[in-house]
């Protein structure tokens, strides 16, 4: 069954670190570029990050720029968001996606970033 | 960035009636390879979105066909013939021929 699941969701305090993975199954992983999207509470979609199927090339919004990282590790089909210096504004719904035309999504982690 | 602006931004629409969906983009959205990159996609109240059409009018799989895309440079449409209680949620449009992608604000469908 082809899917993408979220982990590492959470509450956490503005200033503070927090790391999402996402685990990709029923396809090949190391042959699509992925993306991080997320969804503030009632709001449309935002893109947040992107890196290529060999993870040769990452880009981020510039909204998190210098504080959010994307990864790959292809060996164990998992996409990573390390996320530093979370604001209030950063609470959201995040969601894996696969491929540059976002063709499948995973069910989405929450983070929520309060004091 | 190329700005997508949808309308409109809330429709009601009556069992089995025809409804449409605008996405304007604020640039051409054809790329260099000449293909343009233009999707919609749909979210039903507490679920994840769903790619419905991808570069402009072709269907996912899986996807009715009551659903259609069309339109070219800066101007699209989703179109539903016969709207089913399933369809409705929110539509999104979202462009990758720019850099970054992008997505319209949101169109939000529901039954009279």
């Known amino acids: 069954q082809v899917q993408l699941v979220e982990s590492g969701g959470g509450v956490v305090q503005p200033g503070r670190s927090l790391r999402l993975s996402c685990a990709a199954s029923?396809?090949?992983?190391?042959?699509?570029?992925m993306h991080w999207v997320r969804q503030a509470p009632g709001k449309g979609l935002e893109w947040v990050a992107i890196?290529?199927?060999?993870?040769?090339?990452?880009y981020s919004a510039d909204s998190v720029k210098g504080r959010f990282t994307i990864s790959r590790d292809n060996s164990r089909n998992t996409l990573a968001l390390q996320m530093n210096s979370l604001r209030v504004e950063d609470t959201a719904v995040y969601y894996c996606?696969?491929?540059?035309?976002?063709?499948?999504w995973g069910q989405g982690t929450t983070v929520i970033v309060s004091s | 960035d190329a700005v997508l602006t949808q309308s409109p931004l809330s429709l009601p629409v009556t069992l089995g009636q025809s409804a449409s969906i605008s996405c304007r983009s604020s640039?051409?959205?054809?790329?260099?390879?000449?293909?343009?990159?233009l999707h919609w996609f749909h979210q039903r109240p507490g679920q994840s979105p769903r790619r419905l059409i991808y570069?402009?009018?072709n269907r996912d799989s899986g996807v009715p066909g009551r659903f259609s895309g069309s339109g070219s440079g800066t101007d699209f449409t989703l179109s539903i013939s016969g709207v089913e209680a399933e369809d409705v949620g929110v539509y999104y449009c979202?462009?990758?021929?720019?850099?970054?992608?992008?997505f319209g604000p949101g169109t939000k469908v529901e039954i009279k």
């Open positions: 890196i290529w199927y060999d993870g040769s090339q990452k």
């Open positions: 979202m462009q990758n021929t720019h850099w970054p992608p992008t």
């Open positions: 640039q051409s959205l054809v790329y260099s390879d000449g293909n343009t990159y």
């Open positions: 570069k402009v009018s």
């Open positions: 996606v696969r491929a540059e035309t976002m063709d499948m």
């Open positions: 029923g396809f090949t992983f190391s042959r699509y570029g």
